[in-house]
């Protein structure tokens, strides 16, 4: 409830809740948001600043063929007169309208430098100058004829156009984006012949449906080009409700270099894509080891784009290599679709294909009629002067009388020739030279072509069938103008539209640029696919420094380490191959060989490409093989098998697999082959059992495999029983005992003491 304070000094001052205040206020800023600056009106696709930035340039006579005019001068009169905002926010909204990469259909036709698809910015506003396209000129036109409502600028001194007469669909054809307050629009260019059959047909069949309409809209048509790879499905799914996206790549091709070698050029890049960035990103997809089958990219453009792809190897598949920048970079990128526009200017709504279209034939029917009224007031005007000069000429040497004998010669005139207060006045207003002209026969042909003009106008204004008749031929004149020319029309297909730009240069503004092809049904790229496959020996320390020194190097051969440390691990593998790395914490991790540092230094220490913390340590470092099974146990002597898949990591954190607590290690890791295990305790007693005892389990703290007093697990090993236990003695001989009954037993007993001979380190190996 609100109060008013009676206090002169607070003469004007309302109390109210703060929630209130604020609510009504902020509902106030969202509306004017919404309606004045973000989203577009549904019949010119502008918002107010473009459509005041055309409507001050018509102003100012810069029409196509007139001289270009300073930008500063241009925003600085937007500014001045209809748009009280910062000029630079003006000069940068005009900025879009000129740049062919920006605008389907560009609205200005700049001179200077008005930025490129690299990203870099246009010059400020006083080097660059502008004017106006015929199609702007096209959305203007009508403005004379009273077409369209005007309203009072911002400071009541001008009258401004609430929407432009727009003989040209410029929402679809340019589209548009914006956020608002809890709404937002995206809508992307479309090719206007296209639209323009739209149209066409949507005038002939009231009622189509929108399957219709996007076969002949087969989707947006971007002034980049590239190739659009939505489903058709999901794209009459977008046009049906006015919400989806659409699947954008980058149009590219394979040059021949001879010899087997060839590389991939990109010749057009995504919509809103800045080339720039592009290559920077696929640049640290290189150096970061993302795309291994990738050797480098170079920029080749001049006037067209021109990205060169350079692959590892002759024996990469090309469709592989682009399905994996795809992936992975903004060669690929998704446009979204959100019709959200003004209706009549006023109300915010989320339209379909065939609304937005029906809008624009309702504003173009309501243009041609008003056009028409407009026209019949001049024609009546004019009939009425004519018909008073041809009474002034029947009468000519009366009506000089007239006017140099009485003192007020029109009410004379008025009253004996039975005029009209307009007739009289043009007769006194004429000119002495015009009488020469005043010839009964002009004048009656004159006011014989004005009426059947009238007739005409008055037939069409009363017929609604005349009405879509003539804004029918109004959009094939607009079609035959902005569209394709007829041998390009229909052209959907990528490798059709190359064909057409190679033999019609330059590419006529109107025909397609955006190709429709199918996106290659690869769902997941294997990594291994992408990684050129090399041997390699794995080289890590006790201390963690893991290398991979290339080809396989003899394992008994002398390696370099830091002072202080030694080696641990040594293995051969290859590139495409996955390390799996078991640490005491019960944690695995997965460390490609492709990602090793090479072999000239010392290596990185693991814990730099794992979360490995510094009181951990690694217990096993062994190459992945899918379909194994593994033996994992902790020092207390608990443990289980795990299938090796399952412990296969998909980030740096790795997977825990064995549960340990606080004071309790993870030991062993061991291939889980043979049918017994044999484990060995620090009190130096054996005890082997059945591997079927073990059970099989993806995470956990597992089961005991062998009952201590005091002490814990050293080691264990699964083996084939009929082979024997093999192990090396104090001297380094190796040994295999194959009288084990006594030894054997059930899993968590005690076991015996390891026989004669058996290793002083309690290791099997």
Not at 601 to 617: F, Q
Request: overall charge negative; aromatic content about 6%.
């Amino acid at each position: 409830m609100s109060t008013t304070f009676p206090d002169d000094d607070m003469q004007g001052v309302v109390a109210e809740p703060l929630a209130r205040a604020l609510g009504d206020r902020y509902l106030t800023y969202a509306l004017s948001t919404i309606m004045h600056r973000a989203l577009p009106d549904v019949r010119d696709g502008l918002k107010p600043v473009h459509r005041r930035i055309l409507f001050a340039m018509r102003n100012l006579n810069l029409s196509p063929g007139s001289k270009f005019l300073k930008s500063a001068k241009i925003s600085g009169d937007t500014m001045g007169d209809y748009h009280p905002h910062g000029d630079q926010a003006i000069y940068d909204a005009m900025v879009r309208l000129a740049q062919d990469f920006s605008a389907r259909y560009p609205l200005v036709e700049g001179q200077g430098n008005f930025g490129n698809i690299d990203g870099d910015n246009a010059a400020a506003g006083r080097y660059t100058e502008a004017r106006l396209t015929e199609v702007a000129e096209a959305m203007l036109d009508g403005l004379d004829e009273e077409a369209v409502d005007f309203q009072p600028n911002y400071d009541g001194r001008k009258d401004e156009p609430v929407v432009l007469p727009a003989a040209f669909p410029n929402l679809l054809a340019n589209g548009a984006s914006g956020i608002a307050v809890g709404m937002a629009t995206s809508i992307p260019p479309h090719n206007a012949g296209e639209l323009a059959e739209a149209l066409l047909h949507l005038i002939r069949h009231p009622n189509a449906r929108t399957e219709t309409l996007a076969e002949m809209i087969p989707g947006p048509d971007f002034p980049t080009g590239g190739v659009l790879v939505e489903p058709q499905n999901s794209i009459l799914e977008a046009y049906k409700t006015g919400r989806g996206g659409f699947r954008l790549r980058a149009a590219h091709e394979v040059e021949d270099l001879g010899r087997g070698t060839w590389q991939i050029v990109v010749t057009e890049i995504p919509y809103q894509v800045q080339k720039s960035k592009l290559i920077e990103r696929i640049a640290e997809l290189i150096n970061a080891r993302k795309i291994p089958i990738l050797a480098d990219v170079r920029d080749e453009s001049t006037e067209d784009v021109r990205l060169v792809l350079e692959p590892k190897s002759r024996s990469v598949d090309p469709g592989l290599l682009m399905e994996t920048l795809f992936k992975n970079s903004d060669l690929e990128v998704r446009v979204p679709l959100n019709m959200n526009v003004l209706i009549d200017g006023r109300t915010p709504k989320v339209c379909g294909l065939a609304e937005v279209l029906r809008a624009f034939l309702d504003h173009r029917r309501e243009v041609l009629i008003r056009r028409a009224q407009h026209r019949l007031a001049k024609i009546a005007h004019r009939l009425e002067v004519v018909e008073g000069y041809i009474t002034a000429f029947l009468n000519l040497d009366r009506v000089i009388e007239i006017i140099r004998t009485e003192d007020e010669p029109k009410p004379v005139m008025m009253a004996e020739f039975r005029l009209t207060d307009v007739q009289a006045e043009a007769i006194l207003n004429m000119r002495l030279r015009s009488l020469r002209r005043l010839e009964e026969m002009e004048l009656r042909q004159e006011r014989d072509a004005l009426l059947v003009e009238q007739a005409e106008l008055q037939e069409l204004t009363a017929d609604e069938k005349r009405q879509w008749d003539r804004v029918e031929d109004e959009i094939r004149a607009m079609r035959d103008k902005f569209g394709a020319p007829r041998k390009l029309r229909g052209i959907k297909i990528a490798e059709d539209i190359a064909d057409a730009r190679k033999a019609n240069a330059p590419y006529p503004m109107g025909a397609r640029r955006t190709g429709l092809a199918e996106a290659p049904l690869i769902e997941d790229v294997p990594m291994e696919a992408l990684i050129e496959r090399e041997p390699v020996t794995v080289v890590c320390s006790a201390q963690g420094w893991i290398r991979a020194m290339k080809g396989h190097v003899a394992l008994d051969s002398e390696l370099k380490y830091k002072d202080g440390d030694k080696g641990r691990f040594v293995f051969h593998a290859q590139t495409t191959d996955k390390l799996l790395a078991f640490a005491t914490n019960g944690r695995f991790y997965t460390i490609g060989a492709d990602r090793l540092p090479g072999g000239r230094g010392m290596g990185e220490p693991v814990r730099l490409m794992v979360d490995l913390a510094n009181d951990d340590d690694l217990v096993a470092l062994f190459i992945h093989r899918p379909g194994e099974r593994l033996l994992v146990a902790s020092t207390a002597g608990d443990g289980f098998i795990v299938p090796e898949n399952e412990v296969v990591a998909q980030t740096r954190g790795g997977r825990q697999v064995l549960n340990v607590k606080p004071g309790i290690k993870a030991a062993i890791c061991q291939p889980a082959t043979g049918d017994h295990v044999a484990v060995v305790g620090e009190n130096r007693k054996l005890l082997i059992f059945p591997l079927a005892e073990l059970p099989e389990m993806t995470r956990g703290k597992g089961v005991r495999l062998q009952k201590y007093k005091d002490g814990g697990l050293s080691d264990a090993l699964c083996f084939a029983i009929e082979d024997g236990l093999t192990w090396k003695d104090p001297a380094g001989r190796t040994r295999t005992e194959r009288e084990l009954a006594e030894y054997q037993g059930k899993r968590a007993s005690a076991g015996r003491m390891a026989p004669r001979g058996f290793p002083r380190d309690n290791r099997f190996t």
